[in-house]
């Protein structure tokens, strides 16, 4: 259940139409999980500002049910990185969050993940 979520100034106009779907194969790829789980979400156009500049940069976050760690984080990092170059951002402006969620933190379909591999006798 991988969500990966952009917050960018890249303007609306720049973002290549199939981005967010090819995004969703590469995070599936990039972490191991079904693409039917992973969640893409860009908010483009955003009035955003790094290092006191207002070129192209990126506020980027990756949440997941396990397969977060020091050494994933590291790979992750510079596979994340390749993506957003294709909005124009550098490497040098963005930031990039990784969070590993509890599986009883996480609704879906009407219950929690933990809910729900319970219920399936998991």
Do not use: H, W
């Not at 397969?67 to 984080?73: A, F, G, H, L, R």
């Not at 996480?106 to 929690?112: A, E, P, R, S």
């Amino acid at each position: 259940m991988p969500m990966f979520e952009i917050n960018t100034n890249a303007k609306v106009a720049n973002i290549p139409s199939n981005f967010v779907v090819d995004t969703s194969k590469t995070i599936s790829e990039m972490i191991g999980k079904p693409v039917q789980q992973v969640a893409v979400r860009l908010n483009a156009g955003q009035l955003m500002a790094f290092g006191g500049s207002t070129d192209p940069c990126a506020l980027v976050s990756m949440k997941s049910i396990g397969k977060i760690s020091q050494n994933e984080n590291i790979k992750y990092a510079k596979v994340i990185t390749e993506v957003l170059g294709k909005l124009g951002v550098k490497p040098d402006r963005m930031y990039i969050t990784f969070t590993n969620l509890a599986k009883d933190n996480v609704g879906f379909q009407g219950n929690t993940i933990f809910g729900l591999e319970k219920a399936a006798g998991k």
